[in-house]
Each structure stands twice: as C-alpha cells, then as structure tokens.
C-alpha cells in the first residue's frame, strides 16, 4: 500500500510538471526571421515570423514579437494542446480586422468573426477549455489584408492522455 501511494504520488507529481504552461516568446531571433519548424513545441508555424517589436508591433516580452507574413497564417501544434492565450497587436484600427479560428482535426471548434484591435496592445485569455491542434489568425474575406503580430502565446500540453497512461501503469503494477 505505501508503495502504492508512493508511485501515486509519483504520478501527480510527473502530471504536474507536465502541466507547466508552455510561454513561446519569439525572443532569441534578429531580425525577420521565418519561424523554423518546431520552435517552441509548435509543428509549424506557416506563415509566420518573429521580429523586433515597435510602436506599432508592441511586445509583451522584449525584444522580438511574431508577425504573419502571408495569408492564412495557420500555426499547427502538431498535437493536443490547451491554449491560454497570446498577447495581439494590430497596427490599423478598424480597417483590418481580423478572424481568429481554433482548430482541432481540421474543424474549427472555437472562433471569433471579428478578431481586430482598436490600436493598442491586449492580452487575450482563451474563454475555450477544450483542446485543440491549430490556430489560425487571417484576414476577413474581402478585406484588405494587414499585418498583426502576437506574443507570449502560452498553452499547455493536453496531458489527459498522459495522467490516464500514468495511472493505468500504476494500477497495471498491483493487478
Ligand atoms: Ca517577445
């Protein structure tokens, strides 16, 4: 029983460590540079690239933000990830606005039409619990197209799968 409890604790104690969020902050790049493949635990991050931030792309962590440098600017997890959210700065009021998408096997799950900025930096907190695999930041149809940029995107690893293989092994250990 205390071997038991003992590997218990083991467990909550690996699931936890697990569940730290995940801070992806841009900032060990100079200059525009194309985000690689797997920074930060992302799969792929399309169309976008870190940069140095400004007045009109503000960072919330010094030095660098991401910008979208193309359409469909999709960043792909590569697996199950619950997102906490990323600060977002639009430099164009009002005349830009912005669709956010939250994706999972290629559905949007979450989204929210008009996803602009009044000029000024915020912090935006996911209201969405569920987990998802991409998110995508784009243009509205039929608008003129702008460039955002985001920073700190935090999110954590969906660890269910993890805490659920953790605790059948300890009850695989007593059987
Ligand atoms: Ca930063």
């Known amino acids: 029983m205390?071997?038991?409890?003992?590997?218990?604790?083991?467990a909550f104690t690996v699931s936890v460590a697990l569940a730290d969020?995940?801070?992806?902050?841009f900032d060990e790049f100079?200059?525009?540079t194309p985000l690689p493949a797997g920074?930060?635990?992302v799969a792929s991050w399309n169309n976008w690239a870190s940069t140095t931030g400004n007045s009109d792309y503000i960072p919330l962590s010094d030095p660098n933000v991401a910008i979208n440098v193309g359409v469909a600017s999709a960043i792909e997890f590569g697996q199950e990830v619950i997102l906490h959210g990323f600060s977002f700065t639009g430099p164009n009021p009002g005349i830009f606005p912005v669709h956010l998408k939250l994706m999972l096997v290629g559905q949007v799950v979450f989204e929210i039409e008009e996803f602009h900025t009044n000029g000024t930096a915020f912090i935006w907190e996911s209201p969405y619990e569920g987990v998802i695999d991409a998110m995508i930041l784009d243009q509205i149809p039929g608008t003129p197209y702008g460039f955002f940029c985001i920073d700190d995107l935090t999110y954590d690893l969906n660890t269910v799968a993890t805490e659920s293989t953790t605790l059948s092994q300890v009850k695989a250990l007593f059987r």
């Open 21 to 25: 969020p995940i801070v992806v902050d």
């Open 39 to 41: 920074y930060g635990g």
């Open 30 to 32: 100079s200059g525009l």
């Open 2 to 10: 205390k071997a038991l409890l003992t590997l218990a604790i083991l």
